[in-house]
């Protein structure tokens, strides 16, 4: 199962139980999860739709993020 702050694909999530779902990462459901996952013994999966884009220069140089207000792809 994932750990705290990780990405996975759905592959791997798909046959798991969670004892909270929360879909949407924005700014609320994150911190519901993240005040949710103080307690160890409590499993939550936060779904977000679209691309990881976990390798994407774009988003992981903060210089570039000007970019990304002029592409599609980040809307």
């Known amino acids: 199962?994932?750990?705290?702050?990780?990405?996975?694909?759905?592959?791997e999530v798909a046959n798991n139980t969670f004892d909270y779902i929360i879909c949407g990462g924005g700014t609320a459901g994150l911190t519901l999860a993240a005040r949710l996952s103080e307690d160890p013994s409590i499993s939550v999966l936060v779904l977000e739709a679209g691309h990881a884009n976990l390798d994407d220069?774009?988003?992981?140089?903060?210089?570039?993020?000007?970019?990304q207000v002029f592409?599609?792809?980040?809307?």
Not at 1 to 11: D, K, L, N, V, Y
Not at 57 to 67: D, G
Request: glycine share 4%; no cysteine; net charge negative.
């Open 1 to 11: 199962m994932a750990s705290s702050g990780s990405f996975s694909p759905i592959e």
């Open 57 to 67: 220069p774009t988003i992981l140089v903060p210089a570039q993020h000007l970019t």
């Open 71 to 75: 592409d599609d792809r980040y809307d």
